[in-house]
C-alpha cells in the first residue's frame, strides 16, 4: 500500500487543522492505521491508531480530547482532525500502515509539516 499525507500548514496556537492520507495499492480495509509526529531532534512518536473498521481508535495522552482520527474505507482515506493546537503540536506528521494481523506499522508515507505558532 502506498501513502500520501497532505494538509500540513502553519496555524496559530488554539486554531485547528485536518491532515488526510490517501491510501493507494492494496485493499485499505486490510490495515490499521496510525498517524505519528516527529518534532526537530526527537524521536518518532505516536499520535493516534484507528482499526480496520473505524471502531477502535486510540490516542497518545499528549493529543487525547484535543485530536481526533476517523477514516473513509470507500475514499480509502484516514483523517487527523486536529483542535486546540499548541507550539508542542508542531511536527512532522505522517501517517503508517500496519495489517490488521501484524504488529508492526511497516508501511509509510511522507510526512506533512505542521507548525503551530505561538
Known amino acids: 500500500v502506498q501513502l500520501q499525507a497532505s494538509g500540513g500548514g502553519l496555524v496559530q496556537a488554539g486554531g485547528s487543522l485536518r491532515l488526510s492520507c490517501a491510501a493507494s495499492?492494496?485493499?485499505?480495509?486490510?490495515?490499521?492505521m496510525g498517524w505519528f509526529r516527529q518534532a526537530p531532534g526527537t524521536e518518532r512518536e505516536f499520535v493516534a491508531s484507528?482499526?480496520?473498521?473505524?471502531?477502535?481508535?486510540y490516542y497518545a495522552d499528549s493529543v487525547k480530547g484535543r485530536f481526533t482520527i476517523s477514516r473513509d474505507n470507500a475514499g480509502n482515506t484516514v483523517y487527523l482532525q486536529m483542535n486546540s493546537l499548541k507550539p508542542e503540536d508542531t511536527a512532522v506528521y505522517s501517517c503508517?500502515?500496519?495489517?490488521?494481523?501484524?504488529?508492526?506499522?511497516?508501511?509509510w508515507g511522507q510526512g506533512t509539516l505542521v507548525t503551530v505558532s505561538s
Open positions: 484507528i482499526g480496520w473498521s473505524g471502531s477502535s481508535t
Open positions: 503508517a500502515a500496519k495489517e490488521t494481523d501484524g504488529l508492526t506499522f511497516d508501511y
Open positions: 495499492g492494496r485493499t485499505f480495509s486490510r490495515y490499521d
